[in-house]
């Protein structure tokens, strides 16, 4: 059977387990840490500022819960813009036994430094097929999937270069892409579009965010093209409240999408996004709730439960899914 690239190497398929597809373990501006890397990180239910050396701390705790929770594998879409540093994750799996996903890839709705603005998809796509055949940051460890983004700017000129150098990379060396998008913005159908001009086979193409939209129209419009999609944004109240995404959920479920969904969060151990006052004025306002690695085993799968997904179409959503988007 096919082999998957961990942050603590390879791993069977059939050997990833339960898996949350989209889980950061921090999040933090690379830039700024590097130039100012005094300045610390918050985090959603512990709203104060945290010095850097806690960073590694919470992250180990929400692994660890996530592991207490049954959870085996996260998918970890930290690529750059976001501080990917892969011996953090590496850390933090070797002292939990979470086993973390890590990817390459860019993550941006407009901006590029001039590194990129002066260089062309195909030499973009070189550093991905590099993470993803040698290895990222100067370590042995192989990125096993792909990130690129679009959010409210749409997918203009810098974005499409992201998505054609994405998809390129995925071509030569097979491994899967996955694209955060902006149902708001509708951006799903443009960003599939780029990917199957560029030669993407269906099966390799996530669509992130897509349960951040009810309108199933939209959604099914996704699904008829054979790409995934993620109800990912569990929390995220500030997109879809808890009630509509769950409403979404069920109505996949009962139009037999099983095998095209991923459930998860998109939580983020610490996040250096926003000053803790902020962070404190969006929990008031209700813009996020249970935002953590716990909100999938611990509340989002019960109540579909409850509501009577089947124990089949749970174990295709949270373990096989991963291994076929993964290994498509
Ligand atoms: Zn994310």
């Given at each position: 059977m096919a082999q998957v690239p961990t942050v603590t190497g390879m791993v069977e398929a059939?050997?990833?387990?339960?898996?949350?597809i989209h889980e950061h373990l921090r999040n933090a501006d690379e830039a700024v840490r590097d130039q100012w890397p005094m300045v610390g990180a918050v985090k959603e239910d512990e709203p104060h500022e945290v010095p850097p050396e806690r960073v590694f701390e919470i992250a180990v705790r929400e692994a660890k819960a996530a592991v207490d929770l049954g959870i085996k594998t996260i998918g970890e879409p930290t690529a750059m813009f976001l501080g990917r540093d892969v011996e953090f994750m590496r850390r933090v799996s070797e002292e939990t036994g979470l086993q973390v996903i890590p990817c390459t890839g860019i993550y941006t709705y407009d901006y590029l430094p001039q590194f990129f603005l002066n260089r062309d998809a195909d030499q973009i796509a070189d550093l991905f097929v590099h993470d993803i055949e040698e290895g990222i940051q100067g370590t042995d460890i192989k990125a096993a999937f792909i990130k690129c983004a679009a959010d409210?700017?749409?997918?203009?000129e810098n974005i499409e270069k992201v998505h054609r150098a994405a998809a390129r990379a995925s071509v030569r060396t097979g491994a899967p892409v996955m694209a955060h998008s902006r149902p708001a913005s509708n951006t799903g159908p443009r960003q599939v579009e780029i990917f199957l001009e560029e030669g993407?086979?269906?099966?390799?193409?996530q669509i992130a965010h897509t349960g951040d939209s009810d309108d199933l129209d939209y959604i099914e419009g996704l699904l008829e093209t054979g790409v995934w999609i993620g109800?990912?944004?569990?929390?995220?109240?500030?997109?879809?409240p808890y009630e509509k995404r769950q409403a979404t959920a069920k109505a996949l479920l009962e139009r037999g999408y099983a095998d095209r969904i991923f459930l998860s969060a998109d939580s983020v151990g610490t996040t250096d996004w926003f000053p803790p006052n902020v962070i404190d004025g969006l929990i008031a306002s209700g813009a996020a709730n249970d935002w953590t690695i716990r909100m999938v085993p611990e509340r989002v799968l019960p109540d579909l439960r409850e509501w009577g997904m089947t124990e089949e179409q749970e174990r295709t959503m949270m373990v096989e899914n991963a291994v076929g988007w993964l290994t498509a």
């Open positions: 059939e050997d990833l387990g339960t898996t949350l409210e700017p749409g997918v203009n993407v086979e269906p099966a390799k193409i109800l990912d944004r569990y929390g995220l109240d500030i997109f879809l």
